[in-house]
């Protein structure tokens, strides 16, 4: 299992060495290395991450706030020099928290930390159980039949998914969002964004690479996704 990684810290110095202790890691793949949380967005959204290394105190953005941001499931390791976080960095369910100077044994702690609960959310899918017409899913202390054909979309949020539905509420499950999409019919369901899979038959509206489903859900086709979301467009537009 590789596992796809992307590091941010203002400070070149601290940066270098968690992005060289990721590329000497076999297990690991360094996606990025960023300066500001801010720029980590689009990175998202143009790639498959599963492992965030972030500092908190920086400018524009800390590393807190841009977590606390984030929809999709990403699993997060705080880096940084000031203890008195740690506690934050577990109520926005941060994996593990390492204090600078970081060692590569401090390191190493926290990636098997990682791998574990990265295996755990990859253990739920696959008791994801169904076929082209319906799934059994895991939600609280139930498992629950979802028809595909009510499905709406699938928003990623963190380590959880919410699955709305045209007929009910939504339905939230503990589930990988990127092994979600392998076990949906790919010519009903399309990942559109890094944080929404979209039900095709569902869609009646298209608005600037909008999807809008309601005035109140308007889901964007992100540039990853944007080339196959077209395809699909052109497959079926009538001239």
Known sequence: MIIKCVAIDDEPLALK???SYIERTPSLELVAALSSATSAYEVLDNNEVDLLFVDINMPELSGMDFAKSLKQNI???FTTAYSEYALDGFKVNAIDYILKPIGYDNFITAVDKAKQRLSQENKSTEELKGNNDYLFIK???KIIRVELKNITYIEGM???VRIHLSNQKPVIT???FKKLMEKLPHNSFMRVHRSYIVNLKKITTIERMRIIF???VRIPVSEQYKEAFQK???E???T
């Open 214 to 216: 309601n005035e109140d």
């Open 75 to 77: 699993g997060i390791i």
């Open 158 to 160: 963190r380590e959880y």
């Open 232 to 234: 699909y467009i052109d």
């Open 17 to 19: 060495q968690i992005s």
């Open 236 to 238: 079926n537009f009538l």
């Open 139 to 141: 939600s609280e202390y």
């Open 174 to 176: 503990l589930l990988s």
